[in-house]
């Protein structure tokens, strides 16, 4: 998998899903989208030196963005 999908994965987990700043909100199923990946990741580290992102999945899966 491509490293922005890990980047933009740790942006999501790591900021959560919100309301900009000008009130604009995210349609229902993006919201849903980040409450599904927030639900199924229990673990997510960034390593900001090394520019690698791992997270472990509930059914036990591991991914790193190296």
């Known amino acids: 998998m491509s490293k922005m ?3 933009f994965l740790a942006c ?3 900021l959560g899903i919100g309301v900009s700043s000008y009130g604009n909100e995210l ?3 993006a919201i849903q ?3 599904n ?3 199924s ?3 997510l580290n960034y ?3 090394g520019e690698n992102v791992q997270f472990k999945m509930q059914n036990g899966n ?3 963005s190296r």
Do not use: L, R
Request: charged residues 10%.
């Open 27 to 29: 349609s229902p199923s």
């Open 33 to 35: 989208s980040a409450e």
């Open 5 to 7: 999908f890990f980047i």
């Open 47 to 49: 390593d900001t030196k």
């Open 41 to 43: 990741v229990t673990s």
């Open 12 to 14: 999501v987990m790591v």
């Open 37 to 39: 990946i927030h639900n």
């Open 62 to 64: 591991s991914y790193s």
